[in-house]
């Protein structure tokens, strides 16, 4: 097509299309070489040429390919192929609930930074004392809504708080809200006659300039769900950067993902209905335990659990990210 480019925005949606695909097959390439040089090595290692200890590491290798591709054969939706909001509150508890909000907010930014997915921290809100009251990350990259919309709950953390001088066990809760975080091949309608806009000076750590200009925004909009007639304020609000007019560009992409998501939501509670056996959407459910002291964390939905209490704080989260797409992606894919 001579006019291809001529339309940007087709052209795009296209090229992601083909860029897909491509994957695809280099994954399927990728691992039928794998398997090749595994059965070359095999005749090597029966000829004494190879060591078996080479043998068993490329085996390894081998099945640790089959089964990320493996993996992605369970994000099959549309939203799962876009980047994430991923939001972090605390719970009721005080310093240490804002403690525990922080040390999720640094246990995601370590995972994204491993599977070398782009960060951004759209807003911050500093606890009183220690730690976060609540956090908004944009996270840039293939397929991070279909790995992270695995984290979408309440996180239950067990510990002997160091605020609690009399050393007691004490138990804190954050919630974390992930949705899909729109493009622009994403077609979303914002009506402008119900949005409204407040500006104000950005608070927190941010250097010399900070508290000077006006760059915070606040954005309003007043939403009626289509499907039931209740109606709510969106609010949200974005001191990405210093420059307005960016943070007010952010903050509607956040609108967007924000209305994009509510109609996602409708349409799985809807295939829900009809699906025997279908995991019941749940926003609010407690999914995982983290208990310090016993070095344990485990998954409710799933069962999976883990003795390396360390690593899961430090991003180690495939087996949990795993364990919950294999039991139940399969039961969200479309008629």
């Known amino acids: 097509m001579p006019d291809f480019w001529e339309h940007p ?7 992601k299309k083909i860029k897909d695909i491509q994957a695809w097959i280099d994954g399927y390439a990728e691992v039928e070489d794998a398997v090749d ?52 509150n605390s719970g009721a508890g005080g ?18 930074e ?49 605020y609690n001088a009399q050393g007691k066990r004490m138990t804190s809760f954050a919630s974390v809200f992930v949705t899909p975080l729109v493009d622009d091949t994403i077609e979303v309608k914002v009506e402008p006659a119900l949005l ?15 508290n000077k200009v006006e760059s915070g925004v606040r954005l309003r909009y007043q939403f009626t769900d289509p499907y039931t007639g209740e109606k709510e304020e969106i609010l949200i609000e974005n001191t990405e950067t210093r420059d307005q007019p960016k943070n007010k560009e952010n903050a509607m ?26 995991m019941k959407i749940e926003w609010g459910s407690q999914i995982r335990s983290y208990v310090f002291d016993d070095r344990r964390v485990k998954d409710h939905r799933t069962g999976h659990q883990t003795s390396d209490v360390g690593g899961v704080m430090d991003g180690d989260l495939d087996g949990f990210i795993k364990a919950y797409l294999m039991e139940f992606a399969a039961t969200e894919q479309h008629d």
């Open 95 to 112: 310093t240490e609930s804002q403690d525990w909000a922080s040390m999720l907010m640094r246990m995601y930014l370590r995972w994204c």
């Open 114 to 162: 491993a599977h070398g997915y782009k960060t951004s921290i759209a807003n911050l809100l500093e606890g009183d004392e220690a730690g976060i009251k609540s956090c908004t990350i944009n996270v840039e990259g293939d397929f991070a809504y279909g790995y992270l919309k695995s984290e979408n709950g309440v996180h239950r953390l067990v510990r002997v708080s160091p």
């Open 196 to 210: 409204s806009w407040d500006t104000f000076r950005s608070g927190g750590a941010g250097g010399q300039n900070v």
């Open 9 to 15: 925005k087709e052209a795009q949606a296209q090229m």
């Open 37 to 88: 040089e595994l059965q070359i090595a095999w005749e090597f290692v029966k000829d004494g040429e190879m060591e078996e200890s080479e043998l068993d590491a490329m085996y390894a290798s081998t099945i640790d390919k089959i089964e990320r591709l493996e993996l992605r054969n369970m994000l099959r939706r549309e939203e799962d192929k876009l980047g994430v909001v991923l939001k972090i």
């Open 253 to 278: 992409r956040q609108l967007r993902s924000i209305l994009y998501d509510k109609e996602l939501q409708h349409r799985l509670q809807e295939q829900a209905k009809v699906e025997a056996g279908k």
